[in-house]
């Protein structure tokens, strides 16, 4: 990773995750999201970029990130934070600030960047931080309402700077203010967005999902002792015996392997299937085997690589 001092550019665009160097004593490891969903831009490849940093390792996401009535519109969800609380990550929740106008669509905005120096503010606080990730990002969701307000704010201004329209920020108001209203509440609404997404993604087939073993697609909830449910799918699921293999598959039909980024965001899910225990199907009890699945080729000629990864309780 590239080394940054303090008065890094927070959105460089081919600097995804790097090192910040405050001083000779005082480095940490930053990564960024684009976007608050996890299924945009690879956000989990630039966190497992970090995980081998020694020191304090950090992600900086955003509240929600509106692209404008042409656009997207994504909301910080709980899990979201309890997973990298799971992984020793200290989240930074930040706000975008200015934005410029698609040149494709009338009311839609890119290359938003965040108001670095709050970011700046936040990382010399955490530089003196004495606990662990947990409580700090405990504390973080405690400004969602504050952060929110502030985001809806800097979309006015741009939306009136840049004549673009914006998703109703009235309903944006709304839906800050029953995030930030209790932490239960902000678990409960996104927990009911998290499983819904999960349904849909159990639905559907990805080209980058080819298959080809027995199993089929599954859902697979996660949960932990840090209050996070985690709702995930398996790309293909199948029992053998005592055994659940959960296989997350990467599939490329161009290039002779897939990306890396699609394989660091395989791996950081092996993260947590290789630590799963009491892994349950219909409340019958299994022993979990972790696959990542690397094909490629077309479906004419398909090549597969298969990597087994197991918890040290089952190997």
């Known amino acids: 990773m590239s080394i940054f001092p303090i008065n890094f550019p927070s959105t460089k665009s ?8 405050i001083d000779e004593n005082n480095k940490l490891a930053i990564s960024w999201w684009v976007s608050a969903k996890r299924t945009r831009s690879y956000p989990y490849a630039r966190v497992y970029n970090t995980l ?29 934070i309890s997973l990298m ?3 020793g990550i200290n989240v930074i929740i930040a706000y975008y600030v200015t934005a410029e106008k698609s040149s494709r669509y009338n009311h839609k905005i890119t290359k938003q960047k965040f108001n670095t120096e709050y970011i700046k503010k936040e990382i010399k606080r955490l530089l003196h ?16 309402g504050l952060l929110g307000h502030k985001a809806i704010k800097a979309y006015i201004l741009i939306s009136k700077k840049l004549k673009v329209d914006m998703h109703s920020l009235e309903k ?9 209203k209790s932490r239960n509440e902000f678990i409960r609404l996104s927990r009911g967005l998290a499983e819904q997404a999960q349904l849909r993604e159990s639905l559907t087939e ?10 089929e697609k599954a859902v697979l909830t996660i949960k932990n002792y840090l209050g996070g449910n985690y709702f995930f799918t398996a790309d293909e699921a199948s029992i053998s015996g ?35 225990k009491n892994v349950k199907v219909k409340d019958i009890e299994y022993l979990p085997k972790s696959v990542l699945q690397l094909l490629l080729g077309s479906l004419n000629c398909l090549h597969f690589i298969k990597f087994s990864l197991r918890c040290r309780r089952c190997s």
């Open 206 to 215: 990805q080209p980058k999902e080819f298959l080809v073993g027995a199993g």
């Open 14 to 21: 081919n600097e995804t995750s790097f090192i910040l160097e």
């Open 242 to 276: 005592k055994h659940v293999s959960l296989v997350e598959a990467k599939h490329s039909s161009k290039k002779y392997f897939p990306s890396d980024n699609d394989i660091k965001d395989g791996l950081l899910k092996m993260v947590l299937f290789t630590n799963l």
């Open 85 to 87: 609380s799971l992984l």
């Open 172 to 180: 944006a108001k709304l839906k800050i203010d029953k995030l930030s």
């Open 129 to 144: 931080y004495q606990s662990d990730p947990l409580h700090w990002n405990l504390e973080q969701t405690d400004r969602i």
């Open 52 to 80: 081998s940093f020694l020191g304090k390792k950090v992600t900086i996401i955003p509240v929600f990130k509106d692209e404008g009535k042409e656009g997207d519109r994504d909301f910080l969800q709980w899990d979201t």
